[in-house]
């Protein structure tokens, strides 16, 4: 009896082991499927170099697939064959170096980052928490460029220089017709204080293109132009309150004649005139209805066709100046037609537009 116990107990003993090893094959499984091993992962997005304080270790800083809602980071210490040079963070751009000598390797999870979640760093390591806080830096510094720079939308401005004028009233109607901002560089004229203000009223922007408009006066000097512009600037406000401080330069910033009157006066303006506050607008769209006067409205707007789809943000140039420019009035209805026929949004000029100069 006792020699049939003493077996019955020992394929007892077997039969409990066999048992807990499927538990914990089972057990292993199913952690397995929940965390990937991250040496089965495939680097996968982003690879970003960084050195650490001492500027002389490098790391491979890998995004991996995700699974779950998670993100795998793998961060592979060794040596960069620039560290020893290197004084200052190296370039942001994607690299494919896979020269480095894997002395070290740590996993890092976080969760995957949405607009709903913000993705936090554990602090299981010092040098992973300073890669991360490296990369959110990138991320923020490219975003906000981004916002800044790369608005992908395709906006159109319409800009009158040189009125108010007898067709002011004319060009205002067609603008509220098709429900348009458009921005007038206006010049000092008699006997105009209510067109001046009528652009404001109707929703448009009031800018500044000089007091007397002559090159002759306003480019003898910096002095001269200054003290022309100063007073453009103080009438619109006088009469209509606007402080305006955006601007366009008469001729554009990249004329010529005013070497007539002082060498390279306009290199130095551009700077200065961003000194006292002010932002100058050029254009990239020329209608040339100022290369003669009342020219074919057909040809005006065949010369807006030419041109406007170089740029997602086109700067258009028209001219407001009474009779000589009554083909403008004719042209801007299909100019407007066309220019939204393209897809393009078609707004006046603020702070926050796109401002485009010829250099």
Not at 226 to 233: A, C, M, P, R
Not at 306 to 312: D, G, N
Request: hydrophobic share 30%; proline share 3%.
């Amino acid at each position: 009896m006792k020699k049939n116990n003493g077996k019955g107990s020992t394929v007892d003993f077997i039969l409990v082991l066999v048992m807990f090893g499927m538990v914990l094959g089972c057990f292993m499984a199913a952690m397995s499927a929940i965390v990937p091993d991250s040496a089965r992962q495939q680097p996968a997005v982003n690879r970003v170099s960084a050195f650490d304080l001492d500027g002389k270790q490098a790391y491979d800083f890998i995004e991996t697939d995700g699974k779950n809602g998670l993100k795998y980071y793998v961060i592979t210490k060794g040596t960069s064959s620039t560290a020893s040079t290197a004084t200052t963070l190296p370039s942001r751009s994607e690299t494919t170096k896979k020269s480095v000598q894997e002395a070290a390797v740590t996993t890092i999870v976080i969760p995957d980052v949405t607009e709903e979640t913000t993705a936090s760093v554990p602090e299981e390591t010092t040098t992973a928490t300073a890669l991360m806080t490296e990369t959110t830096q990138t991320t923020t510094t490219t975003t906000s460029a981004a916002q800044e720079q790369t608005d992908r939308r395709r906006v159109a401005y319409l800009t009158f220089d040189d009125g108010p004028s007898e067709n002011t009233g004319k060009i205002l109607d067609i603008l509220d017709q098709y429900d348009v901002k458009a921005t007038f560089f206006v010049i000092y004229h008699k006997n105009m204080k209510s067109t001046y203000q009528e652009i404001v009223n109707r929703g448009h922007t009031i800018a500044l293109h000089s007091y007397t408009h002559s090159y002759r006066k306003i480019y003898k000097s910096e002095e001269a132009y200054f003290e022309d512009l100063q007073k453009i600037h103080d009438y619109i406000y006088d009469v209509t309150g606007v402080d305006s401080h955006i601007m366009r330069f008469p001729g554009g910033s990249s004329n010529t004649i005013s070497n007539k009157y002082c060498k390279g006066i306009m290199k130095q303006l551009k700077v200065d005139v961003k000194e006292r506050g002010y932002v100058y607008h050029d254009w990239n769209v020329d209608s040339t209805d100022a290369s003669g006067n009342n020219r074919d409205p057909e040809v005006l707007l065949e010369n807006v066709k030419a041109r406007l789809t170089k740029s997602r943000k086109s700067n258009i140039l028209m001219h407001d100046t009474g009779k000589m420019k009554q083909t403008t009035v004719e042209a801007l209805p299909r100019i407007i037609e066309y220019i939204r026929s393209e897809g393009y949004e078609m707004e006046r000029l603020t702070d926050d537009s796109a401002v485009i100069t010829h250099g």
